[in-house]
């Protein structure tokens, strides 16, 4: 998950899971304690809200995501968003038998090698990955600072509480079950178009339209 807040002594009874696309937006509301779904709604939006990584009318994603959250007829605290998979940047990299310690530097290292976007305006993730061989295999995700930090300042805006971001591909991966070592594709179809994933230990390994 590439945002992700420290929520250490902070309840949430209610949460909305946001899925975000270029034309429409979508949420479940979620009551934490009963474990259950408690509503699932969409909202089309009028016009693009999302180009080239960045929130282009930041006002009319307000607008859509109050209405969406007034035919819920739900109330929430906090929000769990997830983006495009296009949106994201992913590499899987090996390194050598390096400790946890120096993982950031060597993620970081690599990142501004092989990302179009420079450092300081990306947020980077990543995840040690199970591997029997010799080294390290590392899922590295990056998603745009500037689009991030958008999305944040306009559910915060609204009164919810985000805990993170992720790729709609890491969320649906994670609903599969774990097969070893065993690859798996998901395929997902969308507004946006079709993508497909290969997912191994619930784990996303390659995303592709």
Known sequence: MVYDVN????TCDRCIGLAVGDTVLRSVVIDTNKR????????????????????????????????????????????SISLPERYALTRELTFPNISDAEIEEAVKWQAKNIFPLPLDEMYLDWKVLPNEQDGKEIFVVALPKRLVDDLVSIVTSIGLRPVNIQTSATCLGRLLPAKGNRLQALVNLSDEGITSTLVKGSVTKLTAP
């Not at 929520?7 to 902070?10: E, L, R």
């Not at 607008?63 to 605290?77: D, F, M, V």
């Open 7 to 10: 929520v250490s002594g902070y």
């Open 36 to 79: 259950q779904i408690s509503a699932l709604v969409e909202q089309s939006i009028d016009g693009h809200i999302l180009n080239g990584g960045k929130i282009i009318n930041p006002e009319l994603f307000k607008k859509t995501l109050l209405e969406l959250i007034s035919k819920s007829k739900k109330k929430a605290s906090c929000v």
